[in-house]
């Protein structure tokens, strides 16, 4: 979006690869042929065909050995969706400790759309004859309560409370950790064309992001019905 971003700090699996970041597409074969006691038997084809079954027929626990870090830049709206998915840790920056930044979300006019005619939530790809008006109205909306927030916080009332004056579409960051198999998940259901737009964005460059660390995993997962 505007002013957010995702950063991938780490991918790590349960085997030393010799690399920058220690995962390698057959960690998951590897980590199920422990079963066995037979790890680091088979070539790396026979792994990558053992991934592609696990994934394919959700045998988790040998992906879920794999665990990311993640840093994302996130409108606040965003980021309550987010948290959704149960399976995560989260650490965020917190408003009570640190001054947030003058950073907010404004959609671009061809996201400020009409209500969908068929998903109680979602939003059509007709632009509203309104989206300047809207546009115009939030970014007042937001540069006024920033100014409010600012005031607030140099005549000393409490940062926990002057956080409220904020909206939503400003911007919060945290740090992200989650095993391979439920960011997968998560990415599955995020970037799906029902999920909102903004939550698609972040979806898509986190798979992005994995795609060049375990990109047989990543091609698997998306084949996956």
Known sequence: LD????????????????????????DPAN?????FDQTGTKTRAEDLKLVDYL???SHTTPVEMI???????????????????RTVSINEVSARYTKLPNEYYLPDLKHITTKSPSNKQGRSSEQHPDALAFQTS??????RAYLDYQYFLERGVAPELCRTLLPVNFYTKWIWRQDLHNLLHFISLR???????EAQQYALAIEKLLSFHVPNIISV???KP
């Open 3 to 26: 002013h957010g971003y995702v950063k991938l700090l780490n991918i790590s699996g349960p085997f030393h690869h010799g690399k920058p970041y220690n995962v390698d597409d057959t």
């Open 67 to 85: 665990q990311v870090w993640l840093e994302m830049k996130l409108p606040i709206f965003v980021a309550r969706q987010f948290v959704r998915h």
């Open 55 to 57: 994934i394919t027929h």
């Open 138 to 143: 939030l970014d007042l909306i937001c540069k």
């Open 191 to 197: 970037k799906d064309h029902h999920a909102q737009w």
């Open 221 to 223: 997962s998306q084949r």
């Open 31 to 35: 980590t199920a042929r422990m079963s």
